[in-house]
């Protein structure tokens, strides 16, 4: 059955034909995203939810969605999606963080010339048949300090077109490398350092935690004197009552807006002041970003739907279309030996470490170790998914570790999957053959060569002989058919492994049998 993709916002028509084209049944309804109640109603029904900004993504609306796999906000910001909630569904969120970058980055160069011309004011007075020719008394910005505030795509492209006008460009991002600072020709520094030295200040920077007010009355009060503010990326990132006063005061000469920390902002304190420019969040209002975002969204569903492509997901590593298939069956290994240990564990796990040895180390591991994490909590967790699950392990305080060594040994490709709880340690490795299926090679030391199967038996035991002719015999007793037998031992007269595929569900008593069977020290059914 083809996927069916709902588009619940404003969004080109090209788009909608991406999905046509792709063989993606679509249902276009644009005013549906105001409608939060019939959205909640239909949901169910839909494999991916295309949105812009008027939809709102809530936990209800997710609770409703049973079939949903992806979310994808054309643009890039992605307020309007309740990531945990998507996150603790399974759902991919995904935005297009470039699809509008030069657009954004244009305005905030053009709000940047109509502060420091005072444009809007000009023309206003103009065309109210004044000739206020000395009132108007502008600045240039050649030679002038711009100081960026978050240095990403955005942020790059003011600076370069900012260098373009003979400016200096000095740059606080704490994520911006002194080598790509050279190469964008900016000046890296801390951010008192920038408050202090640069005439105008631009921002593009997220809003999270760290950045909300990054421009507090506090740190307004260490700019230079006459300092002109711009922002257009997120609102919040200013604290505007804080802003208003340095204007009045003369700490700050003026200010251009284009984001608010309310929106649909009908009022704010900055409204009316004669020094402020604003703008109704027009920074990525052009015919070529719509088509932009509209294309890459519908480009960028239709991948992971398709191919399990992921690209710009803001709560999943990206997975490139040449990169899925490879990652696959490494995928479904990793799940199965998460499983595998998580059906064995019963004490509370304290740390989980995943060692990728070989080519499988050059893969997207971030995306194995949530498949292995996944395996192992869902025994517990039912609700646990490849995308929850490095949430739900950092909530329970559970360490995940990571190592890659690019050298192989007696295989091309071997995951290593380590439990590490108060009471014991357990260890299981894996591979994938070239038949693409998951083999297990490794339990606790002792080789073995086992395929997963929908049911197993897992034995261990001592090493002692008319072991395997009594413990068949019970399976044959109780009318359970092998389909297939794995040994292994650590040495003779040792710890030893039994791992059989079994067809249909293990009872109960017969478990009871093998468990008194003298050398058995375990004896686990197991499903995958």
Request: aromatic share 4%; hydrophobic share 45%; proline share 4%.
């Amino acid at each position: 059955m083809a996927p069916r993709v709902l588009i619940s916002d404003a969004l080109s028509p090209a788009a909608v034909q991406i999905f046509k084209d792709r063989g993606i049944e679509v249902d276009f309804q644009p005013a549906l995203g105001k409608d939060k109640d019939k959205l909640a109603e239909i949901i169910g029904n839909y494999d991916g939810l295309a949105i812009r900004s008027a939809t709102k993504v809530t936990p209800k609306i997710l609770e409703n969605a049973t079939r949903l796999k992806v979310v994808g906000r054309a643009g890039i910001g992605v307020d309007n999606v309740d990531i945990p909630a998507a996150t603790a569904k399974g759902v991919i969120v995904m935005n297009t963080p470039f699809g509008n970058s030069i657009t954004t980055a244009e305005h905030a160069i053009a709000m940047m010339f109509a502060l420091a011309r005072e444009i809007p004011a000009a023309d206003a007075s103009t065309q109210a048949g004044k000739w206020e020719k000395n009132r108007f008394m502008g600045v240039e910005l050649t030679a002038k300090t711009l100081g960026v505030i978050g240095c990403g795509n955005i942020g790059s492209i003011v600076a370069d077109r900012a260098l373009g006008l003979k400016m200096k460009v000095i740059a606080f991002d704490p994520f911006l490398s002194s080598e790509r600072a050279l190469d964008i020709g900016v000046e890296k520094v801390e951010l008192d350092d920038l408050l202090a030295r640069a005439d105008i200040i631009t921002l593009h920077t997220p809003l999270t935690d760290k950045t909300r007010n990054v421009l507090s009355a506090e740190a307004l009060a260490k700019t230079k004197k006459g300092v002109r503010i711009i922002n257009c990326a997120r609102g919040g990132l200013v604290d505007e009552a804080a802003l208003a006063a340095a204007l009045d005061s003369g700490q700050v000469a003026g200010a251009a807006f284009d984001v608010f920390s309310s929106e649909p902002a009908t009022e704010n304190v900055l409204f009316g002041h004669p020094n402020v420019i604003c703008t109704p969040h027009l920074g990525a209002s052009t015919t070529e970003a719509q088509e932009n975002v509209a294309l890459q969204v519908a480009e960028q569903m239709s991948d992971y739907l398709l191919r399990g492509a992921i690209s710009n997901a803001v709560n999943f590593p990206s997975i490139t279309a040449e990169e899925a298939p490879k990652l696959k069956p490494f995928i479904e290994l990793a799940e199965k030996l998460g499983s595998f240990a998580g059906q064995l564990t019963d004490t509370d796990i304290k740390t989980v470490r995943i060692t990728y040895d070989g080519a499988v180390a050059g893969l997207k591991i971030k995306a194995l170790t949530s498949a292995a994490v996944a395996g192992l909590l869902r025994p517990a967790l039912q609700d646990v998914n490849v995308v929850s699950a490095p949430s739900i392990a950092k909530e329970r305080g559970i360490v995940v570790e990571e190592t890659t060594r690019e050298i192989a040994g007696d295989y091309e490709s071997l995951v290593t999957l380590t439990v590490v709880t108060e009471k014991m340690e357990r260890s299981i490795s894996g591979t994938v053959f070239a038949d693409g299926r998951p083999r297990i090679v490794d339990i606790k030391g002792i080789k073995v060569d086992a395929e997963f199967a929908p049911s197993m038996l897992y034995v261990t035991n001592e090493d002692r002989p008319g072991f395997v002719g009594r413990f068949a015999s019970l399976l044959g007793d109780a009318g359970i058919n092998i389909a297939t037998f794995a040994l292994g031992r650590d040495r003779q007269g040792g710890d030893a492994i039994a791992l059989v595929e079994v067809d249909g569900k293990v009872p109960a008593e017969l478990l009871d049998k093998v468990q008194q069977i003298p050398s058995v020290k375990q004896a686990k059914p197991l499903v995958f």
